[in-house]
């Protein structure tokens, strides 16, 4: 009996020394020698160098380059355009995620920013961070000198100006020259290649090109592409075919774009199909007058679209068009509900009779040409790419 309790009490002290043994050298699921470290993960070393992680790069790799977007490569919020309806002309507020925003033009000098204004509040807008003129027609910076006034005096101001540089000669142009002067706003005169940084979300600029030189307004015109995410929209004023293929050759895929504002408010002369064929878009808005006395959009540039099956928009039947996106998904949505059928839309254009009668347009004195208050062609502040300057 005795022996017997020996016997026990040896083989409890042999169990009890192979569990000091088991705990003291660590042998145990997941954190033995074999398992790396602590984590439960292989080493490094025990990787395969050419097995790609999760977001689309190799494991050593370190870089963002030619990854794939996954959910925590874009912040939360989102970027919101809204192409506005203001007739034969264009403007488009675009908020960004991180709360900046940016004035794309301001429409027509007849209406002389109260379309845009009203926008602006509409949304609570307090600051415009970034206000982009694409050319100096009256058609596109017609409430400019409104909206500084406005921002600058009522509300938290304009941050900086975009311009071309290239100088016109109407009242309208000299009148927001001067409000830019009377409330000391930055200026700057952009050039391709440049950007902005809004956060997340970026601004690059296509044109005009290096070596602007000319009094083209709109072949000199600012073109910009927003993107955010995954998700890219092109602005390109009333850039025509020989500007777009100069951008095509010198830009590239940057012009890429899933939203494409339609060129000169869906002209023949612009949209041209190598432009097309490179931006390839899904989503198209033209920002014209039902009454347009050009005819606008025109018929053959509707034509491309329905070829490409591209969903159109037109501020005459849409209204104001507000595209939404994450950086992912993206969604459109009009203040009207009509087809986004391009021939559907080849349907709503005024016929040719209509459009004589529409072919005498009311003159504004703001817009005819008048003497330069400068010598030459020079404009009125220092050349250069992307330097601010004071007029």
Same mark, same amino acid.
Request: avoid cysteine; proline fraction near 6%.
């Given at each position: 009996?005795?022996?017997?309790?020996?016997?026990?009490?040896?083989?409890?002290?042999?169990?009890?020394?192979?569990?000091?043994?088991?705990?003291?050298?660590?042998?145990?699921?997941?954190?033995?020698?074999?398992?790396? #470290?602590?984590?439960?993960?292989?080493?490094?070393?025990?990787?395969?160098?050419?097995?790609?992680?999760?977001?689309?790069?190799?494991?050593?790799?370190?870089?963002?380059?030619?990854?794939?977007?996954?959910?925590?490569?874009?912040?939360?919020?989102?970027?919101?355009?809204?192409?506005?309806?203001?007739?034969?002309?264009?403007?488009?507020?675009?908020?960004?995620?991180?709360?900046?925003?940016?004035?794309?033009?301001?429409?027509?000098?007849?209406?002389?920013?109260?379309?845009?204004?009203?926008?602006?509040?509409?949304?609570?807008?307090?600051?415009?961070?970034?206000?982009?003129?694409?050319?100096?027609?009256?058609?596109?910076?017609?409430?400019?000198?409104?909206?500084?006034?406005?921002?600058?005096?009522?509300?938290?101001?304009?941050?900086?100006?975009?311009?071309?540089?290239?100088?016109?000669?109407?009242?309208?142009?000299?009148?927001?020259?001067?409000?830019? =002067?009377?409330?000391?706003?930055?200026?700057?005169?952009?050039?391709?290649?440049?950007?902005?940084?809004?956060?997340?979300?970026?601004? =690059?600029?296509?044109?005009?090109?290096?070596?602007?030189?000319?009094?083209?307004?709109?072949?000199?015109?600012?073109?910009?592409?927003?993107?955010?995410?995954?998700?890219?929209?092109?602005?390109?004023?009333?850039? =025509?075919?020989?500007?777009?293929?100069?951008?095509?050759?010198?830009?590239?895929?940057?012009?890429?774009?899933?939203?494409?504002?339609?060129?000169?408010?869906? #002209?023949?002369?612009?949209?041209?199909?190598?432009?097309?064929?490179?931006?390839?878009?899904?989503?198209?808005?033209?920002?014209?007058?039902?009454?347009?006395?050009?005819?606008?959009?025109? =018929?053959?540039?509707?034509?491309?679209?329905?070829?490409?099956?591209?969903?159109?928009?037109?501020?005459?039947?849409?209204?104001?068009?507000?595209?939404?996106?994450?950086?992912?998904?993206?969604?459109?949505?009009?203040?009207?509900?009509? #087809?986004?059928?391009?021939?559907?839309?080849?349907?709503?254009?005024?016929?040719?009779?209509?459009?004589?009668?529409?072919?005498?347009?009311?003159?504004?004195?703001?817009?005819?040409?008048?003497?330069?208050?400068?010598?030459?062609?020079?404009?009125?502040?220092?050349?250069?790419?992307?330097?601010?300057?004071?007029?």
């Amino acid at each position: 009996m005795r022996a017997a309790g020996r016997w026990l009490v040896a083989v409890v002290l042999v169990v009890v020394l192979v569990a000091v043994l088991v705990v003291g050298i660590g042998i145990a699921p997941g954190i033995g020698p074999d398992a790396g #470290s602590g984590s439960g993960a292989p080493e490094a070393d025990d990787t395969d160098d050419t097995t790609p992680t999760e977001s689309g790069a190799d494991a050593d790799d370190g870089s963002d380059l030619g990854r794939e977007e996954t959910p925590t490569d874009v912040p939360g919020g989102e970027l919101r355009i809204r192409y506005l309806d203001v007739g034969q002309a264009d403007a488009t507020v675009v908020e960004f995620p991180n709360g900046e925003t940016m004035l794309v033009d301001s429409g027509d000098w007849r209406d002389d920013g109260k379309r845009v204004l009203t926008a602006l509040r509409e949304q609570d807008v307090e600051r415009i961070d970034h206000l982009v003129s694409t050319h100096a027609h009256a058609d596109h910076i017609g409430g400019h000198e409104a909206v500084i006034d406005a921002y600058e005096t009522e509300y938290d101001g304009i941050g900086a100006v975009y311009d071309s540089g290239v100088v016109h000669t109407s009242r309208t142009y000299e009148r927001y020259l001067d409000a830019v =002067e009377r409330h000391d706003v930055t200026l700057y005169e952009v050039r391709e290649g440049d950007a902005i940084d809004v956060g997340a979300a970026s601004v =690059e600029f296509h044109n005009p090109p290096a070596d602007t030189a000319g009094e083209d307004l709109d072949g000199n015109g600012v073109a910009l592409t927003v993107e955010y995410g995954d998700r890219t929209a092109l602005f390109t004023g009333d850039a =025509e075919a020989a500007t777009e293929a100069r951008m095509v050759e010198a830009r590239g895929d940057a012009l890429a774009s899933d939203v494409y504002q339609v060129g000169h408010h869906g #002209s023949a002369t612009s949209s041209s199909d190598p432009l097309l064929a490179t931006v390839d878009p899904k989503v198209a808005v033209i920002s014209s007058a039902r009454d347009s006395q050009y005819g606008h959009p025109h =018929e053959e540039v509707l034509a491309s679209f329905a070829d490409r099956g591209i969903e159109t928009y037109w501020t005459a039947v849409h209204g104001d068009v507000v595209v939404t996106t994450d950086g992912r998904e993206l969604s459109v949505a009009p203040a009207e509900e009509f #087809s986004t059928d391009p021939e559907d839309l080849r349907e709503e254009r005024p016929d040719a009779d209509e459009r004589r009668e529409l072919a005498d347009p009311t003159i504004d004195a703001r817009a005819v040409p008048t003497p330069p208050p400068w010598t030459g062609a020079t404009p009125a502040w220092s050349t250069g790419s992307s330097t601010a300057r004071q007029p």
